[in-house]
């Protein structure tokens, strides 16, 4: 299975960061390609950009504990695993990691995938900062 990783670090708390993260309304606000995202049952759907009649539907897994928020699309079968740790300082830092993984048959993306990756992090770090 394609897969990569990437990762970012910001002056953020870790829960500035955390606050961005699990809350699925704010999506659109950091993640790449979101326009909209509606919550529902265990979950969140997301509208991508320019397509406001295509659902993505998206199971989600979170660990406040371990600071993880998996999120899986129902349509594509990709899966990100978005990752905090503290960096401490001083200043204390937050190091924003996410793993993904893409099935076979869309490997096709993976270059595309990789990007809207790294545009997340950097949006997400930014945002969490102010």
């Known amino acids: 299975m394609p897969h990569f990783d990437d990762a970012i670090t910001t002056d953020a708390p870790p829960e500035e960061v955390w ?3 699990y809350d699925t309304s704010r999506f659109p606000d950091w993640w790449e390609g979101v326009e909209t995202a509606e919550n529902r049952d265990g979950g ?3 509208y991508p950009d320019g397509y406001p009649d295509f659902p993505m539907p998206q199971d989600i897994h979170s660990s406040r504990d371990d600071g993880r928020v998996q999120i899986s699309c129902l349509v594509s079968d990709i899966r990100f ?5 503290v960096e401490n300082g001083p200043p204390t830092r937050t190091r ?3 793993a993904v ?3 076979e048959e869309e490997a096709h993306r993976l270059q595309r995938q990789r ?3 790294s ?3 950097r949006k997400l770090a930014e945002l969490a900062r102010r």
Request: charge should be negative.
């Open 19 to 21: 606050k961005l993260l």
């Open 44 to 46: 969140v759907t997301i």
């Open 81 to 85: 695993e978005w990752r905090l740790a």
């Open 96 to 98: 924003i990691s996410v």
């Open 101 to 103: 993984e893409i099935p």
């Open 115 to 117: 990007e809207v990756a």
């Open 119 to 121: 545009a997340s992090l």
